[in-house]
């Protein structure tokens, strides 16, 4: 049976055991409950780590989405949605996307394929 010393007894604990404690310094929690100590300065949004400030600046913020349908005008930031547009909007298409900064073809699952541009390449024959 519990008795009034119980909670006295957890203030004794060792840090790690105090989960609101911890959970400060963990760097498994989610990014939306970690500190926003790098506000962007163009737009209301924070990040806890430089990089995703920095990316967010370069590729994001400010930005039309870079990602194209290539049977349509739907425009999108992740290339996720282009591939989810393409399969349900243009059932028996194939899957791919534009990259309409780098002028590249991404297609979905072939990740040699969204690294390599599709255009421009010299012919090997």
């Known amino acids: 049976?519990?008795?009034g010393n119980w909670l006295k007894s957890l203030t004794k604990l060792p840090l790690s055991f105090h989960p609101a404690e911890s959970r400060r310094t963990?760097?498994?929690?989610?990014?939306?409950?970690?500190?926003?100590n790098f506000p962007c300065p163009n737009c209301p949004?924070?990040?806890?780590?430089?990089?995703?400030l920095t990316r967010h600046l370069r590729y994001e913020c400010g930005q039309e989405p870079r990602f194209a349908c290539p049977y349509c005008t739907y425009r999108?930031?992740?290339?996720?949605?282009?591939?989810?547009?393409?399969?349900?909007?243009?059932?028996g298409q194939r899957?791919?996307?534009?990259?309409?900064?780098?002028?590249?073809?991404c297609m979905?699952?072939?990740r040699s394929t969204m690294l390599t541009p599709?255009?421009?390449?010299?012919n090997s024959n």
């Open 108 to 110: 979905a699952g072939r």
């Open 45 to 52: 949004t924070g990040f806890s780590e430089k990089g995703s």
């Open 26 to 36: 963990d760097p498994r929690m989610p990014a939306s409950a970690k500190e926003k």
């Open 118 to 122: 599709t255009k421009n390449v010299p």
């Open 95 to 105: 899957v791919y996307c534009v990259d309409i900064y780098a002028d590249e073809t």
């Open 1 to 3: 049976m519990l008795t």
């Open 76 to 91: 999108t930031k992740w290339t996720s949605s282009i591939y989810n547009h393409v399969r349900n909007k243009h059932e």
